[in-house]
């Protein structure tokens, strides 16, 4: 297979050149700092470099909010563009190998192809998402009353067929898990029966999940609201597992960290779920509101950590086992989505470092001697660390930026693709 990588290894080896003595420098310092505490610098970078976090296509663009959107020149328009700008971020950041595509946004006619122009670029895809939150052009039934859940029966045939579409897409593509968000819900009390909705939205979703392949999962994403203001079908943790238990084994809950009341204990959400076998996976991104598209970690990054640490801990007793599946999910019509994406990504691996530094043992012995305050230390302690050093080295030593923003910024990558691609539409937002 040819490799056909967007940016220029010498323009990384160049800008790395500029950086390595200083990197190694507060490299071998931390390594000393971490080995005074019994920690291996290296085993913590080789997991560091284990790790990955999937990118969605829809993030690719400056999607903002459903007020307005606000392009830039050399935004990408199509799959094929949005691939390039996927595989410049994988290739500077070397942990986000895998873009997870959304359906009818990236329907393209060949995806045997598609699957070739993605491998090389040095990409895989990810979970297939299916979009029965707005109509299409020339769709037969309208989503006005809702997708899985809707009272016409018509309706729920046809989202019940494209999320099977999506499937069936998503097996040329090498995915295995099929993500589902519907945006059904009420605006009005009295507007739905609460609990026949849940029936309908459980038979439709049966159907689906009978058409899952054996080795595929069914990823259920709940939000509390949004589009639907008074309720939403699958508005939180608490739906989400009981219709992944009634649906099957195959079904599992995802965790978008946007969609629930603000202050939430989401980690010990993912505590809950791991319990039941239920934790599928996460979209990550910030919030701090109610909203669901602020970059990852730029509000609440200790947050971010504990959520790691509970998945460090559910690693450590994976009880029925421990796969889930780790995406980027915002955009918002500020940045540039790469930069966002690049900045994401390191938020989030930050996270997972930190967390793997938590000394376990004095956590469990303090946890289990009722020490409170040398528990919440020994989560401090690793916290507290500057773990970029590790970060960088890791990414150095797979081809990667060690200064990802600035290597980014001296490729000139967006201006360049400003001459080469047509301008965005203004378009409107999306949820
Ligand atoms: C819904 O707000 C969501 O988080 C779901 O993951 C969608 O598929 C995605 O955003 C894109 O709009
Ligand atoms: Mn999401």
Redesign the pocket.
Known sequence: MTTNLPLSDDLIAQANARETAALEEDYAALGRQLERRGIDIDAIKGRVAGFSVAVPS?GAGRGGTRFAKFPIAGEPTTIYEKLQDCAVINQLSRVTPRVSP?FPWDKVSDYAALREEAASLGLGFDAV?S?TFQDQKDQAHSYATGSLSSTVAETRAQAVEHNIECIEIGKQLGSTDL?V?VGDGTNFPGQQDLARSLDRYLEAAAQVYAALPDDWRMLL?H?MF?PAFYSSVISDWGSSILAAQELGPKAKCLV?LG?HAPNTNIEQIVARLHRFDKLGGF?FNDSKYGD?DLDSGSINPHQLFLIFNELVEAELNPRDGFNPSYMI?QSHNVTDPIESMLSSAEAITSCFAKALLVDRQALHGAQESNDTMMAFQALRRAYNVDVAPILAMARMESGGAIDVLSTYRQSKWRERKAQERKPVGLGAG??
């Open positions: 829809w959304h998402n979009n993500t968000w994403e939000k949004e978008d969609h979209h669901d999910d999306i949820v």
